[in-house]
T-cell receptor, first 112, second 111 residues
Framework: DQQVKQNSPSLSVQEGRISILNCDYT??????FLWYKKYPAEGPTFLIS?????DKNEDGRFTVFLNKSAKHLSLHIVPSQPGDSAVYFC???????????FGKGTKLTVNP | EAGVAQSPRYKIIEKRQSVAFWCNPI?????LYWYQQILGQGPKLLIQ????????DSQLPKDRFSAERLKGVDSTLKIQPAKLEDSAVYLC?????????FGAGTRLSVL
């Protein structure tokens, strides 16, 4: 029973273009969402988060959009850089709980 | 600020052997987590500690896995006996809120 789904295992984009990573969730109790970035042989690092009271959060080149009615969120990276090549995990929590449920991840490759 | 430290980085054992992993969280972080990440999957929470008490161990296979955080700082995760399906990266994370900070993990291979 996968409560957080990242249906694209991989994504390839050209440097300078936009990268859009998608995430769907099934549990309507989730109210806080996070994106983590993971390089090989390293642990995931926190990238950006969004609360369900918002529909957009921006931090530099990274923007997360939340569509609660569709139970869908997306991470936009503009412009994409080769250093952004990594695996991106979507995660969710419910009701102020610190317990995170992760998706399977999307491997992003940004080509120079 | 030092990050979450884990050791060893890699471990290879045979099935039915035992193994232990160590984690030192970020200083001042009361909450500590152990995750299992199987290849191609996202991290799955095994156990969550608040100081030295267990908050959630619902997904910990308690017949073979155990974890402790005796003084509310460092933690160890043990597997005894190991099975082939335990091959994974074991991640430790710590936090003061929802945003968790991860260590580099221990990659376990069970042969």
């Amino acid at each position: 029973d996968q409560q957080v789904k990242q249906n694209s295992p991989s994504l390839s984009v050209q440097e300078g273009r936009i990268s859009i990573l998608n995430c769907d969730y099934t549990n309507s109790m989730f109210d806080y969402f996070l994106w983590y970035k993971k390089y090989p042989a390293e642990g995931p690092t926190f990238l950006i988060s969004i609360s369900s009271i918002k529909d957009k959060n921006e931090d530099g080149r990274f923007t997360v959009f939340l569509n609660k009615s569709a139970k869908h969120l997306s991470l936009h990276i503009v412009p994409s850089q080769p250093g952004d090549s990594a695996v991106y995990f979507c995660a969710a929590s419910a009701g102020g709980s610190e317990k995170l449920v992760f998706g399977k991840g999307t491997k992003l490759t940004v080509n120079p | 600020e030092a990050g979450v430290a884990q050791s060893p980085r890699y471990k290879i054992i045979e099935k039915r052997q035992s193994v232990a992993f160590w984690c030192n969280p970020i200083s001042g972080h009361a909450t500590l987590y152990w995750y299992q990440q199987i290849l191609g999957q996202g991290p799955k929470l095994l156990i969550q500690f608040q100081n030295n008490g267990v908050v959630d161990d619902s997904q910990l296979p308690k017949d073979r896995f155990s974890a402790e955080r005796l003084k509310g700082v460092d933690s160890t995760l043990k597997i005894q006996p190991a099975k082939l399906e335990d091959s994974a990266v074991y991640l430790c994370a710590s936090s003061t809120g929802v945003d968790q900070y991860f260590g580099a993990g221990t990659r376990l291979s069970v042969l």
